[in-house]
Nanobody
């Protein structure tokens, strides 16, 4: 059974930092693309960042470029999202996703597996 489990969300003041983790289990993800998405209340789920589990092909949404960093630790089967200089508009539920993603990594429909989400709240 494939599982993606996120953690690391919380409440932080504007300008602060958080690191989200996504532990993957149940299959080999070496050929997969791993992505982070977020969804704020009343809004559609939006792309944040992605990378190939094998490394490379790293992409970021323009809104987070220069502030967020995606990375992975193969030994721990974990993907991270380091979030710095957080803004109130970053407030959302953040989701980890994995899939073969044959097209653009920005579209949620390309991903086969999703975590349950972790809440990030940035106060002003």
């Amino acid at each position: 059974q494939v599982q993606l489990v996120e953690s690391g969300g919380g409440l932080v003041q504007a300008g602060g930092s958080l690191r989200l983790s996504c532990v993957a289990s149940g299959r080999t993800f070496s050929s997969y693309v791993m992505g982070w998405f977020r969804q704020a209340p009343g809004k559609e789920r939006e792309f944040v960042a992605s990378m190939r589990w094998s490394g490379g092909n790293i992409y970021y949404a323009d809104s987070v470029k220069g502030r967020f960093t995606i990375s992975r630790d193969n030994a721990k089967n974990t993907v991270y999202l380091q979030m710095n200089s957080l803004k109130p508009e970053d407030t959302a539920v953040y989701y980890c996703a994995g899939g073969l993603v044959l097209g653009s990594p920005e579209y949620p429909k390309g991903y086969d597996y999703w975590g349950q989400g972790t809440q990030v709240t940035v106060s002003s």
